[in-house]
């Protein structure tokens, strides 16, 4: 029983050796992902990442709430801005 397990083993390693290994690479089909094209729309979020541009955000906060931030500002505490 040993002895049919080396043989098939050796089989394998044979057929193996005697396949060349760009077989191989051509089986598997590889995707580079590719910019996008001209004649795609632009991505509405453009504008905000637009880093040659100065953005100004202006939040309003809660006095109180304003106050419990700057007292635990290590807590991970959600405040509601507008």
């Known amino acids: 029983m040993l002895r049919n397990r080396i043989h098939a083993f050796l089989a394998v390693l044979t057929l193996a050796a005697a ?15 590719t910019a996008p094209t001209a004649a795609s729309e632009p991505d509405p979020a453009d504008p905000f990442f637009d880093d040659t541009v100065l953005h100004d955000i202006k939040l309003t906060i809660n006095a109180k709430d304003w106050q419990s931030l700057k007292d635990h500002f290590l807590e991970n505490t959600p405040y509601p801005c507008y």
């Open 19 to 33: 396949v060349p290994a760009a077989t191989f690479a051509q089986a598997v089909p590889i995707r580079v992902p």
